[in-house]
């Protein structure tokens, strides 16, 4: 029997942050913040971004990947629609993922930002379909853990930036 050319996969994270649900809420929402922490962060060359920050909205990110990572050089095309916007308490979104000219994962991802002692509490939900050569669910698990830490860092420079 051959191998399935489709995996799927759905994985949770959950993170709190010592800020309230609305400025959790406008660093996914506010396209100037969201490129700094999701597309910049990682040292990518970022070639174009776009967002549309509502329901039915789409954002458009185009970015090469840094050296030293398994895709090096190539370019990543990431395209959301914004399917349920709720401010300051969830944001549902459909996107796919380009990876060097091929399609590599289509995904639905629901964010919950709920109030929690001192802060907040977000619940991130990935359902993921992933293409033959994709970079599988285990890798893009890691790669929305590291977006996390970099929206706490985005949260955290913000704040100094209040105080």
Request: charged share 20%.
């Amino acid at each position: 029997m051959s191998q399935p050319s489709v995996i799927h996969d759905t994985f949770v994270i959950e993170r709190n942050y010592s800020a309230t649900p609305a400025r959790v809420f406008a660093a996914f929402s506010d396209p100037t913040q969201k490129r700094r922490w999701f597309v910049e962060s990682g040292g990518h060359q970022v070639s174009a971004y776009e967002m549309d920050f509502r329901e039915g909205g789409r954002e458009h990110a185009r970015f090469t990947f840094k050296a030293g990572t398994p895709v090096a050089g190539l370019e990543c095309i990431n395209d959301t629609t914004y399917q349920v916007v709720v401010p300051s308490r969830y944001l549902l979104f459909a996107n796919t993922m380009n990876i060097g000219g091929r399609t590599i994962s289509a995904s639905q991802v629901t964010v919950e930002v709920l109030p929690a002692d001192g802060g907040c509490m977000l619940i991130l939900t990935h359902q993921g379909a992933f293409f033959e050569g994709a970079d599988g669910p285990e890798m893009r698990k890691r790669g929305w853990q590291a977006l996390m830490d970099r929206l706490a860092a985005e949260l955290a420079s913000h704040a100094e930036q209040e105080a």
